[in-house]
């Protein structure tokens, strides 16, 4: 039986608390990597691949969750998720050479976007919808997302860390940043501690592990990963320490002032979520991911030819308002179309896709970002996700989620669905 949300109210909590602390690390990570990467002389091509070894890591780990998490076990899983975490931040904090360091990245998984996509990702979303009813899910995810960007902001405002400890200690050059890293693998901890307290209820049954996904899922499924995978790419041109590069290089930005831009960003991104989940329900899901993305993408190239720090930060501050409601409304629309015993799979492949995508662009992305090119990688990162947004809802409009269609078998997701698991794809 699948479980409702008076049964499972304590794994949701847990994974809410994991959410937000693994969140807060990754953007610590996200806007420190590209200010310690360069206090470390490492710029270019080589800060580039650095990024991009560990979205690798971050693909590789997301490959395992998807394939063979059900089978080893999600808390097992998780748990060792969360330890190499702790030891690649731990060789990445005590490293020099381009090599070293991009392979205490890579098996680090450290996250350059800054925001939280890695495979312990894929696991808690696929866990939550089992925790409540279809109409309660994309609220659920809603509340679960924006406690993920609360700790995106903590962890920027955070950032600004190395700059006080430079101020009021000896510490100077990398040697900030270096404990601010190992402050970062010391709250890894927390996540240990708190999957370590998850029961056997958030297990997939042993049928759901093995189960073969149906046509109309596999249909939906690479559809929406090949747009996805579009998306991601873009993304990629577009990391948060892609970004802080280049506030840092563009217009000399402080370490302290680029992460209070990002703490007040992830705070914008918050907010969204819950916005996201208010239209949605009166314009439906795919409509709140296309017509709120398109003009984040405009704004982002008003913000590559802004002529100082104060101009960029305030259109990146209406930019993030409105990018990541996206976030949980297409979380919950894959989530809706695929049977529950399918979740697992649909949000592996979703996710692996994103961050295949996001482990190829920052290389491209660092090389051009020399000299007057340095705006390149953020007006190309918009045009690709405009791109995606027309492509998306061309391909998508047609096809509702279950909770969203007025009579019941007039769209072919709800037909599959409801031949198994009753209306909205869950059993109550």
């Known amino acids: ?81 969360s330890l190499l975490s702790v030891g690649g931040t731990v060789v990445f904090a005590f490293s020099a050479s381009p090599l070293t360091l991009a392979l205490a990245a890579f098996f680090g998984m ?11 990702l894929i696991l808690e979303q696929a866990v939550l919808p089992g925790t409540t009813s279809p109409g309660q899910r994309t609220q659920v995810i809603a509340w679960y997302t924006m406690l993920q960007d609360f700790g995106h902001a903590a962890g920027a405002l955070l950032a600004g860390l190395p700059t006080l400890l430079e101020a009021t200690t000896p510490l100077n050059g990398a040697e900030p940043h270096r404990v601010t890293l190992l402050a970062c693998a010391a709250l890894g901890l927390v996540s240990v501690g708190l999957y370590s307290r998850l029961g056997s209820t958030i297990e997939a049954p042993t049928q759901q592990a093995a189960l073969v996904l149906t046509a109309h899922s596999r249909s939906v499924l690479q559809k929406i990963s090949a747009l996805f995978a579009i998306d991601a790419l873009a993304g990629g041109f577009l990391t948060t320490a892609l970004l802080s590069f280049f506030f840092f290089e563009r217009f000399s930005a402080s370490a302290g002032a680029i992460g209070v831009l990002f703490f007040f960003a992830r705070l914008m991104n918050a907010l969204s979520h819950l916005g996201a989940a208010w239209l949605a329900r009166r314009i439906g899901l795919v409509n709140t991911m296309v017509f709120t993305h398109v003009p984040s993408s405009l704004l982002l190239v008003t913000v590559a030819f802004a002529p100082n720090f104060f101009v960029a930060a305030a259109l990146f501050l209406l930019r993030e308002g409105l990018v990541e409601m996206d976030v949980p ?54 045009a690709m996700k405009i791109s995606y947004d027309v492509l998306l809802w061309r391909a998508f ?18 037909n599959v669905l409801s031949s198994s698991n009753g209306s909205g794809g869950e059993k109550k």
């Open 329 to 382: 409304t297409r979380q919950s629309y894959v989530m809706a179309v695929v049977q529950p015993g399918e979740r697992t799979f649909a949000s592996g492949i979703t996710n692996l896709v994103r961050l295949a995508s996001w482990a190829v662009a920052p290389a491209f992305a660092g090389a051009l970002m020399v000299g007057d090119s340095m705006y390149l990688p953020l007006v190309i990162g918009a």
């Open 1 to 81: 039986m699948v479980a409702t949300d008076l049964d499972q109210p304590a794994e949701r909590r847990a994974l809410y608390l994991t959410a937000f602390f693994r969140a807060l690390t990754t953007s610590l990570l996200g806007v420190l990597l590209g200010v310690f990467l360069a206090r470390q002389h490492i710029t270019g091509a080589a800060f580039g691949a650095i990024v991009s070894s560990g979205l690798v890591g971050a693909a590789l780990a997301a490959i395992c969750a998807t394939f063979f998490a059900d089978r080893w076990g999600r808390r097992r899983f998780l748990i060792v998720l």
């Open 397 to 414: 409009r047609g096809l509702p989620p279950p909770e969203e269609v007025a009579v019941e078998g007039t769209n072919p997701a709800t």
């Open 110 to 120: 450290l996250n350059g976007m800054g925001k939280d996509r890695g495979a312990a």
